[in-house]
């Protein structure tokens, strides 16, 4: 039976394999951003010793492990209400901008050694043009409900974002000049032999920059003055309701993981194994390269997440800004600096 299925997949065409991901992924990813949310509010709650959801179960088995389910069927069961004066369609048209994206980035993505739906070789640069398109989502949003609090929420998160998309744009810069490749599987082959060769340890501060700024770009605690409650309401989808809504919702979540499968793929090795390199475990599984590794390595950033969002408060406006402009764009050109003199001296990444 396996060797049938085994032959049928190898049978059939790259763009049937490719169909056969895209389903699998999106499939996953749904899911995956469906407990993230239960996750999120377990983690929180033993953080600040609540309990978190524990009453929607299975027949009574697992007691909270059925919430996301419930959300979602409420969320299908609310009224979608439209403003009266709204722009219709660019009201419709404006969640899609905010999801598509984030879904459509995990074409370039590695994840495993085998397992890529494509290997474009300008995967970077797919990836830098996807994550510009989200500040249009949420303009459109705040513009087309013809609400003045949802328009404060868009602009204020729009340039928002615009000042920290400029940073992680430079960070990526420094990777592009460590690996000197814009294709996410070789940039991964470029880190091959264990933790001390993966890009962190010379790009440390980029790296920093960079998971800095995806918290920002995603309007994740402690960056989310854009749905500042007591300022503005709920920002630029408060006229949100229903499955409108839920894209927007569905939208930060998978941006979550988006942005911590990325940071694992540029600077911490991808699905390479942290025991590459060790003379005992050399023929073991624990040394191989696997999905798994890209797994445990996207969980332990989107613990990070969760962590921000239990602990810190809520930055000022000019306090994000000031962050955003005055120390992570200088420390990303000062880093880029660096690199150019490790490289015309051959020093690290570099000496090969």
Known sequence: MFETLSNAWFSLPDYGRATVWILVITVVLILSVAFLTLIERKVIGWMQLRRGPNRVSFFGFFPGLAQPFADVFKLLLKEVIIPARSN???FHLAPMIALIPAFAAWAVIPLSPEVVVSKADAGLLYLLSLSSMGVYGVIIAGWATNSKY????AMRSAAQMVAYEIAMGFALVGVLMATRSM???KIID??????????????????VVYFISGVAETNRAPFDVAEGESEIVAGFHVEYSGMA??????AEYANMILISALTAVFFFGGWLSPFQGYPL???TFLAQPSFLWLGLKISGFLFLFLWFR???????YDQIMRLGWKAL?????????VEMVLSAYKIGPWSH
């Open 88 to 90: 219709k369609f660019l």
């Open 150 to 153: 949802a328009f404060l929420g």
């Open 183 to 185: 294709n996410l599987g």
């Open 190 to 207: 470029m880190q091959v032999g264990g933790p001390l060769a993966w890009n962190w340890l010379w790009l440390f501060p980029l790296f």
């Open 245 to 250: 809504f839920a894209l927007f919702f569905l």
């Open 281 to 283: 475990l050399a023929n």
């Open 310 to 316: 239990a602990t810190f408060p809520r930055y000022r």
């Open 329 to 337: 764009i200088p420390v990303t050109i000062v880093w880029i600096a």
